[in-house]
């Protein structure tokens, strides 16, 4: 249940293996049709001259390398970071070659040369993003000043002023770098998003395992009790048959034997089936059976947990019946983990009640979380809670805050609501800071949408009718 949390799913810096080459070649089919286009528009009813043989000759490139990669690999191909890096590169080098067939920074259309690093920050990594925008960067200075003019039939040369042209440059290259530090940022929050979410799944269909494993298994004590005692019984009547009598002492120890197996059998099904017998009552539980569950995986760690369970103000002095979900157990879990491992001693767990809500909060006696993290906790693939946890306070950890967003997510999914917040200021020393002044995490409820009525568990009694 922990690895999920402690490690994460497997990540890499590189988004590797993520692009097709259908992808890349079904956009490069559209470019080409673009600027075919555009090409044919701009001499047949423009009346631009263009050098049609060269801009042809450009546009055919993309053509023969499209057929190419159609011809030599499965379009369902995932291409490797390097591979895509050098379609894009080709595709700018395309463009750029085009661009200064026509005019340069004097062609509307010039534009266009950010889409290859678009693409590239969308879907490689930082490294692939920052090569391919100062090739684009190199390419928009060289065709700046190396370029066709743009005339038409009649001989006037279209071309903007200087200073618009200076303003052509420096908007493409601002466009350049924002648009790739804005893809690239975007897109990678989408797929850590993506990530955490699937770990949250994981951990959430672990849970659920278990949690029908262990209906399973008090089921299973159940309709295994009668013929076990049947077993005893007889067992225990051949005993009696068989004692004293001569030439019989094997038979007798034989049953004995089964005897002591049957009881055996039964004490392994009452201890896995500790929850009940009845699969219904494993469904519910109070709201202080609930905590010591999702506290006990962490209870011998070495650090005390305190619990206070009492009815807040103007709860009625009755224990709440709470839903023993799975996304509850295993978010308090989490959240009890959380603590435990950064507390100096103590843990405490209140669970608290009134009319209209159902409360949890967590405190532990440890650092606290960073201030300039607090705004930010329940987000994924954060960094350690402080600078100085390591390998020594949480080993085998690598501090993503991914166990705090699965918490966070599973119990949102129940209903709750949750702050984060220190008990105390973070930059005290341990000495000079009072009891629960580590982080605190509060759970809150409404209370319609945690508990259930005790009477509602196994349904109301249904009067019988003559």
């Known amino acids: 249940m922990n690895f999920i949390e402690n490690h994460g799913p497997a990540r890499s810096d590189a988004s590797s293996n993520w692009v097709r080459l259908r992808t890349l070649t079904l956009l490069r089919w559209i470019a080409i049709g673009g600027q075919a286009a555009a090409i044919l528009l701009a001499d047949l009813w423009l009346d631009l001259v263009l050098p049609l043989g060269g801009c042809l000759l450009v546009i055919g490139l993309s053509v023969i390398a499209n057929l190419v990669s159609i011809v030599m690999f499965p379009q369902t191909r995932r291409l490797p970071e390097r591979h895509a890096l050098v379609m894009l590169a080709f595709d700018l080098a395309q463009l750029s070659a085009l661009l200064m067939l026509t005019g340069g920074l004097h062609n509307p259309f010039a534009l266009l040369i950010v889409v290859p690093v678009t693409i590239a920050a969308t879907a490689l990594s930082a490294r692939s993003t920052a090569v391919l925008g100062t090739l684009t960067l190199v390419s928009v200075t060289v065709f700046a000043f190396f370029h066709l003019p743009l005339s038409q039939g009649n001989g006037d040369v279209l071309q903007v002023p200087p200073v618009f042209e200076f303003g052509f440059w420096l908007s ?103 929850a009940g017998k009845d699969d219904l009552h494993l ?28 009815p807040g103000e103007g709860g009625e002095q009755r224990q709440p019946t709470i839903r023993r979900a799975p996304e509850v157990i295993h978010g308090l879990r989490n959240l009890v983990q959380n603590a435990v491992d950064f507390a100096e001693g103590s843990v405490w767990i209140d669970g608290h009640w009134t009319d209209t809500t159902v409360s949890v909060r967590i405190i532990d006696d440890g650092p606290g979380y960073p201030p300039q993290l607090l705004g930010r906790i329940g987000d994924p693939f954060l960094r350690a809670r402080t600078d100085g946890a390591g390998p020594r306070e949480r080993p085998g950890y690598e501090g993503m805050g991914l166990g705090l967003f699965i918490a966070k997510t599973l119990l ?18 341990q000495s000079e800071r009072s009891l629960r002044s580590g982080a605190i995490v509060e759970v809150i409820w409404p209370k319609h949408r945690i508990c259930v009525e005790p009477d509602a568990i196994l349904g109301g009694n249904t009067p019988f009718l003559a």
């Open 172 to 274: 493409i290259t601002i466009g350049v770098v924002f648009l790739a530090v804005y893809a690239q940022r975007v897109s990678a929050e989408i797929r850590n998003m993506a990530e955490a979410l699937l770990a949250t799944q994981m951990a959430l269909a672990r849970e659920q395992k278990l949690t029908d494993l262990g209906g399973v298994v008090a089921a299973a004590a159940h309709e295994l009790g009668t013929p076990l005692a049947t077993i005893k019984l007889v067992s225990a009547e051949l005993i009696d048959e068989l004692d004293g009598k001569p030439g019989l002492e094997d038979l007798r120890d034989d049953a004995a034997l089964i005897r002591d197996q049957a009881d055996r059998c039964r004490d392994i099904l009452r201890s896995m089936g500790r």
């Open 283 to 310: 469904r519910h539980a109070l709201l202080e059976a609930v905590l010591h569950e999702a506290a006990e995986p962490h209870s011998g760690r070495g650090k005390t947990l305190v619990f206070d369970v009492s």
């Open 412 to 429: 949102e999914r129940s209903g709750a609501e949750l702050s984060f917040a220190n008990g105390g200021d973070p930059f005290l020393k």
